[in-house]
């Protein structure tokens, strides 16, 4: 258990935290929004000090996505709750991130490693955690100007989403090569078997 992976279990700790704040002391909205900025920064350190200092591990590229998945949801359900006209936007947000972990676990399970995250996700997750920290403290935030900020942030991860679809495709036709390539070992083996056997 390396550091970046202890912050991202820190992200995932910081989840009930900040639920409880949001819902029992609203009219301490700025310390709610603290515990997500204080998220969002581990969230940039985890990845940071992984790169930096060769920390990154199959653990790793499970608990960082789960960890801003998490965080996302929970966001994302308090403040629906809060202004429920925005629900089918941020269900929105909720179908892609469900989209993207349904298809990581597929890459898992077929044996293949997940990819680190790439720009254009941690792009989406920065301009998440503005909105949000903004929303979160602006308990009185007029629903025009939350609307605005909301269809920003779907914006944003619409573009991450159509970015990350290329990449899956990249892994699947890695696989494909692979299996092509065991076949074709696996048939010269069998061939070079019966040459003996004829040449015997």
């Not at 998945?69 to 429920?84: E, G, N, P, Y």
């Not at 490693?113 to 979160?136: C, D, N, Q």
């Not at 494909?176 to 070079?192: D, F, H, P």
């Amino acid at each position: 258990m390396n550091i970046p992976n202890v912050l991202s279990l820190g992200r995932i700790v910081l989840v009930p935290v900040f639920v409880i704040l949001f819902f029992a002391a609203p009219d301490y909205s700025w310390v709610a929004a603290l515990i997500l900025m204080a998220s969002g920064i581990t969230d940039f350190l985890d990845g940071f000090i992984a790169r930096k200092y060769n920390k990154i591990t199959h653990l790793g590229k499970i608990l960082d996505p789960l960890a801003d998945k998490l965080t996302q949801l929970s966001v994302c359900i308090c403040l629906a709750i809060r202004h429920k006209e925005f629900i089918i936007i941020l269900c929105l947000l909720v179908a892609k991130e469900f989209i993207m972990l349904v298809a990581g676990y597929r890459l898992l399970r077929k044996g293949h490693k997940l990819p680190s995250s790439r720009w254009f996700g941690k792009v989406s997750t920065v301009v998440f955690y503005l909105v949000m920290i903004y929303a979160v403290f602006n308990v009185h935030i007029s629903n025009m100007l939350l609307a605005s900020l909301v269809w920003i942030m779907v914006g944003f991860a619409a573009l991450a989403f159509i970015l990350y679809i290329p990449e899956f495709f990249k892994l699947k036709n890695k696989e494909t090569e692979g299996n092509k390539t065991c076949k074709e070992i696996l048939k010269a083996s069998v061939q070079q078997t019966d040459q003996t056997g004829h040449q015997s």
